[in-house]
């Protein structure tokens, strides 16, 4: 059994940035593919960022691509998303995922931490 919380959410101006934190209970984090996905108003759960149980691979959508980064830190158990020139369309809860064998696919996913919302305001 896999717990995350995330963390790091608020309200940020247009351009500004944000580091999301996900901090994740069980032995067995440093196995786990790792994803960030997020959900505006109204629409469907969207992929961001995925990292596989190394670090070796990430993978982005194209939307954030070249202003986002994740990276994780298997001795402390954590993942982050480095979120920069961030815009008013980046606004969502942001939701840290666990163990998927196909990173983009968030139905893929055994386990979720309850989210945090973020506002980029214009």
């Not at 101006?13 to 580091?19: D, N």
């Not at 901090?23 to 790792?34: I, K, P």
């Not at 995925?50 to 954590?78: E, P």
């Not at 931490?113 to 973020?118: D, P, S």
């Amino acid at each position: 059994q896999v717990q995350l919380v995330e963390s790091g959410g608020g309200l940020v101006q247009a351009g500004g940035s944000l580091r999301l934190s996900c901090a994740a209970s069980g032995r067995t984090f440093s196995t786990y593919t790792m994803g960030w996905f997020r959900q505006a108003p109204g629409k469907d759960r969207e992929f961001v960022a995925a990292i596989t149980w190394s670090g070796a691979n990430t993978y982005y959508a194209d939307s954030v691509n070249g202003r986002f980064t994740i990276s994780r830190d298997n001795a402390k158990n954590t993942v982050c998303l480095q979120m920069n020139s961030l815009k008013p369309e980046d606004t969502a809860v942001y939701y840290c995922a666990a163990d998927s064998p196909a990173p983009l696919q968030p139905i893929m996913y055994g386990y979720w931490g309850q989210g945090t919302q973020v506002t980029v305001s214009s």
